[in-house]
């Protein structure tokens, strides 16, 4: 009995270990993917327009509930940075139409780029495992880091990394 106990325990604790693990801001290197899709409006857009800028790319879904949690933090470090050159995009991944996306986006008060990848064929590229997942980009198209699942934007591990991406942008 004491035996299961302990076995039960560190079952336990590996998976919260695992499930704390996935929500970080993990180093990742790589080069980012140039990729179209479409704004909200139904227009092409391209990533490379970003070239140059810090990018916060942020792969979620209208239907996630963590997706939808972390959107507002992602709003606040928008506004926090835009003005030294952090964009942050978010590209849906939603089966819907644009109109449903965007009237999301609208509800949740986003004023920064969300782009809609309806067949999801941008997040196949990226390796995307599920959302929300966010890659944090250097001004010259290199990934810097990447999250799995859903993350405090708000915190200092997430300015520290951005501003660290920001000041080597503009050396």
Request: one cysteine or more.
């Amino acid at each position: 009995m004491m035996m299961r106990a302990l076995f039960l325990g560190a079952v336990l604790a590996l998976l919260a270990g695992a499930a704390t693990a996935a929500n970080e801001l993990k180093p990742f290197s790589g080069a980012a993917v140039d990729f179209a899709a479409q704004d909200l409006q139904g227009r092409p857009v391209r990533f490379n327009a970003f070239r140059g800028k810090v990018v916060l790319l942020n792969f979620w879904a209208t239907w996630c509930p963590p997706c939808r949690k972390e959107m507002p933090a992602m709003e606040r470090l928008h506004r926090a940075y835009r003005e030294r050159g952090l964009v942050v995009l978010a590209l849906s991944q939603d089966d819907l139409p644009p109109e449903d996306v965007r009237r999301f986006a609208v509800l949740l008060g986003l004023t920064f780029p969300v782009w809609h990848d309806r067949d999801s064929a941008v997040g196949r590229r990226y390796n995307v495992p599920g959302v929300p997942t966010s890659y944090l980009i250097t001004h010259d198209g290199q990934l810097a880091y990447r999250v799995l699942g859903e993350y405090d934007w708000d915190g200092r591990e997430a300015h520290g990394a951005v501003e660290l991406l920001l000041d080597e942008a503009g050396k």
